[in-house]
């Protein structure tokens, strides 16, 4: 059974950093496709990033291309989130997200974590 528990989010001023980590288990043995995806107030679930966890190939949303970077540790069975120069527009919930079928959408991954708050003040 999949586990995927968040950490790292927190409130900072625009302009800052934060990192996100997932902290994984079940994983072990199979390809899985990682993400993070967020949801603000009175919006929909944006896919934020995603990687696959043999290749570790990528993939950011526009919104945040240059700005936050997705990689893993493989050893300690860790996805991070770096996000750098963040915007008022970033606050959200994010959600770590794992699925072996690597399905299009990082929303419809089916494993994910309880999601943690990132707030960002102009």
């Known amino acids: 059974q999949v586990r995927l528990v968040e950490s790292g989010g927190g409130s900072v001023q625009a302009g800052g950093s934060l990192r996100l980590s997932c902290a994984a288990s079940g994983l072990v043995g199979r390809r899985y496709c990682l993400g993070w995806f967020r949801q603000a107030p009175g919006k929909e679930r944006e896919g934020v990033a995603r990687m696959d966890s043999f290749s570790s190939s990528s993939w950011h949303a526009d919104s945040v291309k240059g700005r936050f970077t997705i990689s893993q540790d493989n050893a300690k069975n860790m996805l991070y989130l770096q996000m750098n120069s963040l915007k008022p527009e970033d606050t959200a919930v994010y959600y770590c997200?794992?699925?072996?079928?690597?399905?299009?959408?990082?929303?419809?991954?089916?494993?994910r974590g309880q999601g943690t708050q990132v707030t960002v003040s102009a």
């Open positions: 997200a794992a699925d072996p079928r690597c399905p299009p959408k990082i929303v419809q991954f089916n494993s």
